[in-house]
């Protein structure tokens, strides 16, 4: 007798974006992957996950774009994180000795981050669909923390920050993940300007390894010292002083300028209509600039988007960017 399918629960998940405030990168691995000293905190702004039964064998994900947005074109089907991440949950719960037969999902993705953009959508999205399959099939406990955190470092270098979100410090590949704690205050903001252009994560890293990269270990300092603050209570005024040494703490920048002409330039004019510190989350090309609130984040995209409109600014790309007031995860 065959076992009787399991039943699906349908799922809500949000999956969150993150903002690296550090990136430095510390070598390289024989596998070509690069390790890394990073502090990333995770933000308000996210997709949205749901998950219901599919009516056929395959899974299915249906992307559609916020509000009235078009859909964004998140790369072939089959390639999607999201897919993969149930594929790799339907293993591992085989792997665990449970062989009753998973039926099919069927995803509809929300995407409200943009791709390819050095805020971790991707890999968020293919964190929330594994913890989301599990808790769809009623099997979430058939797996140990430590084995859904293997399983989400397999699927990508940012995915085991997203197991946990919150404030952390990363390294390895991505899949040493330590809390940090989160000044004290808050929370902060963040206003977000993403230009038009998507940077492949592998395509930055392979201008860094051609020699694209800052000379000098000033990044890992600065990351290592954030981290030993923050550890030690830091207030949120204290670390909004830091954000123009936080503005330069990201190897991968050069690299991200070099693959997108005028995004220095659009940088710097950023810096000077804010009056602020502008730095790159990953591999870019989002350019960021911290506040003290989301209110405070608010008032900036309008002050980004007027300058747009009047014509002050241009960022690279053949649409407008993104532009997006963020809050930072705050003290819990
Ligand atoms: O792990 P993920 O699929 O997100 O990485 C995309 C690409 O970025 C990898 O194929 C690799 O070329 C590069 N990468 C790296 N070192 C890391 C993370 C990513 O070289 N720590």
Redesign the pocket.
């Known amino acids: 007798m065959t076992a009787p399918l399991r039943r699906v629960t349908p799922v809500v998940r949000v999956a969150p974006a993150k903002l690296n405030l550090t990136l430095a990168i510390v070598g390289r691995r024989p596998d070509?992957?690069?390790?890394?000293h990073s502090v990333i905190a995770a933000l308000d702004l996210a997709d949205r996950l749901t998950l219901d039964p599919a009516f056929g064998p395959a899974d299915l994900l249906h992307v559609v774009g916020a509000g009235s947005s078009p859909a964004p074109d998140v790369g072939p089907e089959q390639e999607n994180l999201v897919l993969r991440a149930i594929a790799a949950a339907r293993m591992a719960i085989r792997a665990a000795g449970d062989d009753r037969p998973l039926p099919a999902l069927a995803v509809r993705l929300e995407k409200r981050i943009p791709v390819a953009a050095g805020l971790g959508g991707g890999?968020s999205d293919a964190v929330a669909a594994l913890n989301g399959a599990l808790e769809a099939w009623g099997v979430a406990d058939l797996l140990d923390a430590g084995t859904q955190m293997t399983v989400a470092a397999s699927l990508?270098?940012?995915c085991p920050f997203f197991v946990r979100g919150g404030w952390a410090a990363v390294e390895g590949?991505?899949e040493h993940v330590r809390p940090v704690r989160r000044p004290r205050g808050g929370p902060l903001g963040v206003v977000l300007v993403t230009p038009a252009v998507a940077v492949p994560?592998?395509a930055a890293?392979?201008r860094y390894d051609a020699g694209v990269r800052p000379e000098g270990a000033a990044a890992l300092a600065s990351s290592t010292h954030l981290v030993t603050e923050l550890q030690a209570g830091l207030s949120t005024t204290l670390f909004l002083e830091r954000a123009g040494v936080l503005a330069f703490a990201n190897d991968l920048a050069p690299a991200a300028a070099d693959l997108v002409p005028d995004l220095t330039r659009a940088r710097r004019a950023l810096s000077r209509l804010l009056d602020r510190p502008v730095g790159q989350s990953g591999s870019g090309p989002t350019l960021w600039a911290l506040s003290a609130s989301k209110a405070d984040a608010v008032g900036d995209a309008a002050i980004i988007r007027a300058a747009l409109a009047d014509g002050l600014i241009a960022f690279p790309g053949d649409r407008p960017p993104f532009v997006a007031a963020a809050a930072l995860a705050g003290v819990p």
């Not at 070509?32 to 890394?36: A, E, I, R």
């Open positions: 070509g992957f690069h390790l890394l890999s990508g270098s940012d590949r991505g994560t592998r890293f392979e």
